[in-house]
């Protein structure tokens, strides 16, 4: 009887048996479903979190601008060599000769003539000769520069070799430096913001009666006068005539280094301060005259909407 119960026991009836073995399929086929699900959810998450921590490439030119810390337009003079000892030659690396600077820290020395290390992403997109802007980032600094490209673009002067040796740009501070509680402090402490455009510059000749506090000295500021035509007004009354001057210290002397110079057709966003001594002649007519010492007194256009913003929230 025993041997009996125990067959029995083993002994699975025709339809109960079924019913059983397909519990026991559906019970493993959810399990694996469940299973598999749960590796779908992983995989996409960490496919999320891997595109959410790589830095996107990019074309836009405004993007790259925004990204970059260091921007040149530059002439290609060596393929797959280097200016930098310290730097391997690779079929990546190229030697540009610097035609002007668009934007760079102020900490770096970079002006035109200078040439430049770029580790390119596309070697064959360059040949000796060709003209581009680079967006760059830092590499390696020592007796040259090295730098690695984000992306680059044809060169705003159309393209042609040699173009932009004509006319030398502005340096731009990166606008990347300025903190917004330090830019919120030259708006707030300031007279005038304006968008603007310089339309000439000439040096200013110091007048005798104030010749004690401009006095020439190891620090001499070389002081410059520019005619700003006004565009716009952020801050500030309305302007006379849309025109201002503007004085500013040329002297790249270590007092002077990090305030802003201007050229002819320079164009961006001006936060001024009344200067002591006003009054200057424009066209017949006196204007204020206005300084503009502060790193992040100027600024590109590119930061209007920040400026306004801070300008709102003020």
Not at 9 to 18: A, D
Not at 105 to 114: E, I, M, R
Not at 141 to 157: D, M, N, R, W, Y
Not at 259 to 275: M, S, V, Y
Request: hydrophobic fraction near 40%; aromatic fraction near 6%; include cysteine.
């Amino acid at each position: 009887m025993k041997c009996s119960r125990t067959v029995e026991l083993v002994k699975v009836p025709g339809k109960r048996g079924r019913m059983n073995t397909s519990r026991f399929f559906l019970a493993g086929t959810l399990g694996l479903t469940l299973l598999a699900s749960a590796v779908s959810v992983l995989a996409i998450g960490a496919s999320l979190f891997a595109s959410n921590s790589l830095p996107q490439t990019t074309n836009n030119p405004a993007a790259l601008a925004k990204q970059s810390s260091i921007t040149f337009v530059g002439t290609v003079s060596q393929l797959a060599a280097t200016s930098l000892a310290a730097v391997p030659k690779s079929s990546q690396t190229i030697v540009v000769r610097v035609d002007s600077v668009l934007k760079k820290p102020v900490a770096v020395s970079l002006k035109k003539g200078d040439t430049v290390t770029v580790e390119v992403k596309d070697p064959a997109a360059f040949q000796e000769g060709t003209q581009a802007t680079f967006y760059t980032e830092g590499w390696i600094f020592g007796s040259g520069i090295a730098v690695k490209e984000l992306g680059h673009a044809a060169p705003p002067t159309g393209g042609t070799p040699g173009a932009a040796e004509t006319s030398e740009k502005p340096v731009v501070q990166d606008p990347s430096q300025i903190t917004d509680q330090d830019l919120q402090r030259l708006l707030s402490s300031c007279d005038f913001v304006v968008i603007g455009r310089v339309t000439d510059v000439h040096q200013w000749v110091i007048p005798k009666s104030a010749a004690p506090r401009y006095r020439t000295s190891e620090h001499s500021a070389n002081w410059q006068e520019a005619v700003l035509q006004v565009q716009s007004v952020l801050k500030g009354p309305k302007v006379k005539k849309n025109k201002i001057v503007l004085r500013f210290p040329l002297s790249r002397d270590v007092a002077w280094v990090n305030a802003p110079k201007f050229e002819n057709g320079q164009q961006g966003i001006f936060i001024l301060r009344k200067d002591e001594l006003s009054g200057a002649s424009v066209g017949g007519y006196k204007a204020d005259v206005y300084t503009c010492l502060n790193p992040g007194d100027w600024l590109p256009m590119i930061e209007e909407a920040r400026v306004r913003s801070l300008l709102k929230n003020r």
